[in-house]
């Protein structure tokens, strides 16, 4: 079966300070991992995934199958950042299901 | 590209009334999704679709049903309302293919609806 897990439900940090959002999976096969960001009065966005190895406003997220996490880093927080953040699983090859774990509402303090 | 499109936005019912919740995509997608949102909850799957009349249940399928007559329609319906689906509901598309290799799309949502069910 596949399921995520997000520990916090919500993170509060100080403008400038690193902030990690932590999101672990379980599923048996070859997982593709997302991160969703809902910023308010917005529709939810991807915000990056695990194949694009890429950063995104910031953001990067590495895919760790030794610890199956795939926490989201960001070395300054900006305000700007404060949003619904949530870790989102699929299969790989085709899967039809994604399965989206409860979210962490993060707040980004001045 | 007007995206993926949800209506209503906001919608009061009472108890054992019926709707449906509207939704429309214009990118050609093949899959569509229902999910509600309730707070601490995450997003819950209701019903997907992967093709016009192809519907299959997701998590949570009990009090509604779905149809899929067109590739860009994909309505949900609530026949006896219960306090238990006041939620936020978001339907979300994404396209078949693959994005780079086996890897898949990633889902587009819509704005959403917000029902309250009194």
């Known amino acids: 079966a596949q399921r995520v897990t997000q520990p916090e439900k919500l993170l509060s940090v100080f403008k400038g300070a690193p902030v990690e959002l932590k999101c672990n999976y379980s599923?048996?096969?070859?997982?593709?991992l997302f991160w969703y960001v809902q910023y308010s009065r917005q529709r939810l966005q991807l915000l990056l995934r695990?194949?694009s190895r890429e950063s995104i406003k910031g953001f990067t997220a590495d895919l760790n199958k030794g610890e199956t996490s795939f926490h989201l880093k960001k070395p300054f927080a900006q305000e700007e950042d404060s949003a619904m953040y949530y870790c989102?699983?699929?299969?790989?090859?085709?899967?039809?299901?994604?399965?989206f774990g409860k979210g962490t509402k993060l707040t980004v303090n001045p | 590209n007007a995206g993926v499109t949800q209506t209503p936005k906001f919608r009061i019912l009472k108890i054992g009334q019926s709707m449906t919740l509207q939704c429309t995509q214009d990118?050609?997608?093949?899959?569509m999704y229902w999910y509600r949102q309730d707070p601490g909850m995450g997003l819950k799957l209701i019903y997907y679709?992967?093709?016009?009349?192809?519907?299959d249940k997701g998590e949570v399928p009990n009090g509604y049903n779905v149809s899929r007559s067109t590739t860009e329609d994909f309505p949900l319906r609530l026949e006896l309302a219960a306090p238990s689906q006041t939620s936020v509901y978001f339907c979300?598309?994404?396209?078949?293919?693959?994005?780079?290799?086996?890897?898949?799309?990633?889902?587009?949502f819509g704005n959403g609806t917000r029902l309250t069910v009194t």
């Open positions: 979300a598309s994404r396209t078949q293919g693959f994005h780079s290799s086996s890897y898949n799309s990633p889902l587009h």
């Open positions: 599923y048996s096969g070859s997982p593709e």
């Open positions: 695990h194949i």
């Open positions: 989102a699983l699929t299969g790989q090859g085709g899967s039809e299901k994604l399965v």
């Open positions: 990118m050609n997608h093949n899959y």
């Open positions: 679709s992967v093709g016009a009349g192809i519907t």
